[in-house]
């Protein structure tokens, strides 16, 4: 997990090799570790969580899109 200060953190889990160390400072862009599949799953990938407060939120509002994703537009979950 990383702290990123104000009250949001991330996760990853389901790794296969983590490159840092717990309380490292890490910069963007930096590898942090390579995806794998621990635990019970299927296949490889990567289990990544945003959090505020300590509290799971959704990472989409937050993460950049690809271009092709940008012009589809999203379902509102709000509306049935």
């Known amino acids: 997990e990383i702290d990123h200060g104000y009250k949001i953190s991330t996760l990853y889990a389901h790794n296969d090799a983590v490159m840092v160390t717990p309380g490292?400072?890490?910069?963007?862009?930096q590898v942090i570790s390579t995806v794998g599949m621990?635990?019970?799953?299927?296949?490889?990938h990567?289990?990544?969580e945003l959090k505020r407060n300590g509290i799971?939120?959704?990472p989409m509002r937050y993460l950049p899109r690809p271009k092709a994703a940008k012009q589809a537009k999203r379902p509102n979950p709000a509306t049935p």
């Open 24 to 29: 490292q400072v890490v910069q963007a862009g």
């Open 38 to 44: 621990t635990g019970q799953t299927t296949g490889p």
């Open 46 to 48: 990567l289990h990544f």
């Open 56 to 58: 799971k939120i959704d």
